[in-house]
């Protein structure tokens, strides 16, 4: 592990970066916050050891600037002191600091600290790879979801929207910032009573997904859609087939006119057959 040791005692920073790396890590010894801080500039440091008194800038000032950073809850620090007060103790804390030494350093208190640390270090090294791979996963999905010519869209419990793709809007006809907030039956009341909405709520009841076809509510486009439960609420996948339905419905027409055709030549024949045994009697 790499571990920042700012002590500015020669021999107190001696000993304990001999003590640590005993323990089979690499320390980087610095004697001010202000060296401290170039430091932190061209290396990570997942474990800094700060000595409370330093000149200058002091150690606790440090600890408080160090949290205050957007990868501040990333670092464990360790804060060496000789304020034995409880009310020191508890500023130390309050400062940031994960755990506190006290002086003179007994090693066996050290050892048991570095173990505290190393475990602690380890769990949020494997909790920050976990929410790393997770932001991974995320942006990939969102580039695939704004990329698809399927329009996409996610309600949250109440409804709500929290997510609209790039062909939705097209779909839709409304930009995502109008969108995105709003509820659904507030923002299209005329899905209210349609085929739309039972399929919605069955989703959300029954936490199962659907598939369906229908008209819009003005009669004028057919969507096939797929909606499924997703994080309590209800996401869908849905495309305009409005022009797949008219060339169904257009063979199905000439299907029909085709079957009249066919039985009106039927008909006929018989006909003409009937008429010429009538003439034939007459």
């Given amino acids: ?58 150690g606790i000032d440090l600890c408080r600037e160090l949290r205050a950073r957007q990868d501040g809850d990333e670092m464990f620090i360790l804060l060496v002191t000789g304020k ?9 804390l309050e400062a940031g600091a994960n755990d506190y030494l006290t002086k003179p350093i007994d090693l066996s208190l050290l050892n048991v600290r570095l173990a505290v640390a190393e475990r602690q270090i380890r769990d949020l090294t494997e909790r920050n790879q976990a929410r790393i791979a997770l932001q ?22 109440a ?9 939705a809007e097209a779909l839709f006809g409304r930009s995502r910032r109008e969108l995105l907030g709003g509820e659904l039956w507030q923002t299209f ?25 229908a008209c819009d509510p003005h009669g004028t486009k057919w969507f096939e859609v797929h909606a499924y439960p997703s994080g309590g609420g209800v996401s869908a996948f849905f495309r305009d087939v409005t022009e797949r339905k008219r060339a169904e419905d257009d063979r199905l027409t000439k299907g029909k006119i085709e079957s009249l055709g066919t039985l009106a030549g039927g008909i006929a024949h018989d006909l003409n057959n009937i008429l010429t045994v009538i003439s034939g009697n007459i």
């Fill in 159 to 167: 409804w709500r929207f929290t997510y609209v793709n790039p062909e």
């Fill in 1 to 58: 592990m790499n571990i920042l040791l700012v002590e500015d005692q020669d021999d107190s920073r001696k000993t304990l970066s001999r003590l640590i790396g005993m323990r089979g890590h690499k320390v980087s010894q610095v004697a001010t916050a202000e060296e401290a801080e170039r430091a932190l500039a061209t290396d990570s440091f997942p474990f800094l050891i700060l000595d409370w008194m330093l000149p200058g800038k002091s």
């Fill in 136 to 157: 991974q996963s995320a942006r990939t999905l969102t580039d695939i979801l704004e990329n698809t010519t399927d329009g996409f869209f996610a309600l949250d419990y």
């Fill in 189 to 213: 009341p005329e899905l209210r009573g349609t085929a739309f909405e039972q399929n919605y709520r069955q989703v959300m009841a029954e936490q199962a997904p659907v598939e369906f076809e």
């Fill in 84 to 92: 034995t007060d409880r009310a020191d103790l508890e500023m130390a």
